[in-house]
């Protein structure tokens, strides 16, 4: 359940931005929803989370791929500046054609990322596609950009539910996926100097042959099975 179109592990397909969405949409199909229906779930369940009065200014989108989320980041967030990072440059040239928008960018060169920037960090299904010797490497280099108390939320697909690993395996960037656990999630994060303040939530449990339970998904966000997770890290 991924929006992300590319990872800091250089994968040639992630730099394909023109046929991301089909290759996604071959994952897709079996939850007969779209990856809109996905992007949204999790940008709502990101704002539920937030701590008011909490109102970010600076927004990076780490792994951004072909830049929908970076484009509804700033949408959602009227008074932000977003910047989409990632390595795949075909994903990122793509990103910087279709989503013209005065207060977004496009990054590929992670050198050109300013230091102490960012207010909130928001990672969609990109530590996946990390080796597990580098992901403490990724995390730092994301709390070098942050600002003190700045808010990381990671997103990841979660391993534990059937669906999940069923809609990964039908899409061909995510086959040499090395998925995360919730709780390896979190200890992660924590490794990496973030506080986890809130217990982990988890989200998109019906596929649309079952919306009809949808309604019950608020009373669910704690029980492990949702098709994805966030963890919500404060820099400290």
């Known amino acids: ?11 040639d397909l992630f ?3 023109d046929e991301y969405a089909e290759m996604l949409a071959q994952g897709l199909r079996f939850t007969g929803e779209s990856r809109e229906y996905f992007k949204q779930g999790r940008l709502d369940l990101l704002r539920a989370m937030l701590p008011p009065p909490f109102s970010p200014a600076h927004i990076l989108d780490f792994g951004c791929g072909t830049g929908e989320t970076t ?12 910047t989409g990072v990632d390595t795949a440059e075909g994903a990122i040239n793509f990103a910087r054609h279709a989503h013209v928008e005065s207060r977004v960018d496009f990054v590929a060169d992670f050198d050109h990322v300013a230091a102490g920037r960012f207010d909130l960090c928001y990672v969609n299904g990109v530590f996946h596609h990390i080796l597990p010797n580098d992901r403490p490497r990724a995390l730092a280099w994301i709390s070098s950009r942050m600002r003190a108390n700045g808010l990381l939320a990671l997103f990841e697909n979660n391993p534990w539910n059937p669906g999940t690993r069923l809609v990964m395996s039908r899409i061909p960037f995510d086959l040499d996926a090395r998925t995360l656990s919730p709780p390896h999630a979190r200890l992660m994060l924590e490794a990496a100097g973030f506080r986890v303040e809130t217990p982990i939530r988890h989200i998109f449990f019906f596929p649309a042959a079952l919306r009809s339970l949808r309604r019950l998904e608020p009373l669910l966000l704690r029980v492990p099975l949702g098709g994805q997770y966030l963890v919500l890290g404060r820099r400290t």
């Open 1 to 11: 359940m991924t929006d992300k179109g590319a990872s800091t592990g250089g994968t």
């Open 71 to 82: 484009l509804a980041l700033a949408r959602a967030y009227a008074d932000a500046r977003v």
């Open 15 to 17: 730099d394909r931005g």
